[in-house]
């Protein structure tokens, strides 16, 4: 069973920057990033291998959303810049337990694991 647990978000004025983090037990496994609006369907932000080697990003967060991973301390990364209102949501952390070091996936069906979120608000 893996856990997740982030942490990092937070109230922050358009403009600014947040660094969500996830920390994860041990295993190997891709990660990935997705956030919730109120009303609105789940969506992927940014998903990442579980080497660090190839990543993906939503068109609406190339430029702007950065996620990375540290294996020695199982936690992944998502650096959010230039933050705009619209990006307030619930963000998720998400892994998927995986042969594949250098895959990354992007569906929210292919990941077995979730954390409980944590909510950034973008104020205008």
Do not use: H
């Not at 609105?40 to 068109?59: F, L, M, N, P």
């Not at 990006?87 to 409980?116: M, S």
């Amino acid at each position: 069973q893996v856990q997740l647990v982030e942490s990092g978000g937070g109230l922050v004025q358009a403009g600014g920057s947040l660094r969500l983090s996830c920390a994860a037990s041990g295993g190997t496994y891709a990660m990935g990033w997705f956030r919730q609006a109120p009303g609105k369907e789940r969506e992927v932000v940014a998903a990442i291998s579980w080497s660090g080697g190839s990543t993906y990003y939503a068109d609406s967060m190339k430029g702007r959303f950065t996620i990375s991973r540290d294996n020695a301390k199982n936690t992944v990364y998502l650096q959010m810049n230039s933050l705009k209102p619209e990006d307030t949501a619930v963000y998720y952390c998400a892994a998927r337990l995986t042969y594949y070091t250098g895959n990354y996936y992007y569906k929210a069906n292919d990941f077995n694991y979730w954390g409980q979120g944590t909510q950034v608000t973008v104020s205008s």
